[in-house]
């Protein structure tokens, strides 16, 4: 059974030089959550428990909306257990 998940989100517009604060706040509550957050240059990825992250999705997109994002990609993945 696949009981892990990997999610990558890509937030919009992106902005030369820094973090725009959408892609603080979307960052900072998928940090909150505790699991494993790998932030590259052109997006973020969240691995965990598969009920963990369905749990997070929405939280991370409404942090992202909220503070100003005008697209957020969101790409899910099954990791195999291992």
Known sequence: MLSRMRIE???EPWVEGGH?????????TAEASGLDIDLGP???GVEGPADELYRLVPSVLEAAMTAGAERVSLQISWVPDR
């Open 20 to 28: 725009p604060p959408y892609v603080v706040a979307a960052v900072s």
């Open 9 to 11: 989100f890509t937030i």
């Open 42 to 44: 052109f997006g973020t």
